[in-house]
């Protein structure tokens, strides 16, 4: 795989089905970053090209060390720091830019936070819900959209947030 545009620590990547390969946030020499790239690799070879690495839309938050994870083809973030390493509680959930489209970003959308901060963890999808786990599994959350068809699922789509308790 080509080299990241922009150098990165603790960032999360995720590999979507149809072969696009996201590298998101994390931080460098001068600060936490927001920026997120994208490149295409084919899961069915590790000999497959990847192409060069393009900047697509930014996170609302910048932010390190948060879960990340692929929900009916859209990508959900959570937690993770903030300047002066403060845990975060807020959720974005991005949809990926058309993948016939070379000049497109995608869009990020600030979704309902968890019911509290948490960073260090993992996000793990498992079939309707994502879980993300603080770093010694102290703190579990659930994330789970709404029964709505995966089929033109948009973020208003997901109207149970982190917790268990359900907003009308």
Request: net charge positive; with cysteine.
């Amino acid at each position: 795989m080509p080299s990241l545009k922009m150098g990165r620590s603790n960032c999360r990547v995720v590999w979507l089905p149809d072969g696009r390969v996201f590298a998101i946030g994390g931080y460098d020499e001068r600060g936490f970053l927001n920026s997120v790239e994208m490149t295409r690799r084919e899961w069915s070879s590790e000999d497959a090209p990847a192409g060069d690495w393009r900047n697509v839309a930014r996170m609302l938050t910048a932010r390190p060390e948060f879960a990340a994870d692929v929900v009916h083809g859209l990508i959900l973030v959570a937690g993770g720091f903030t300047t002066g390493f403060l845990r975060l509680s807020s959720v974005e959930l991005f949809t990926p830019p058309a993948a016939a489209d070379p000049q497109a970003l995608g869009q990020w959308t600030a979704m309902q936070p968890m019911s509290s901060p948490i960073a260090c963890f993992a996000g793990v999808a498992s079939g309707e819900a994502v879980f993300v786990f603080e770093r010694d599994a102290s703190k579990i959350q659930r994330f789970r959209p709404s029964a709505a068809n995966a089929q033109g699922l948009r973020p208003q789509d997901f109207p149970i947030g982190f917790g268990t308790k359900r907003r009308r």
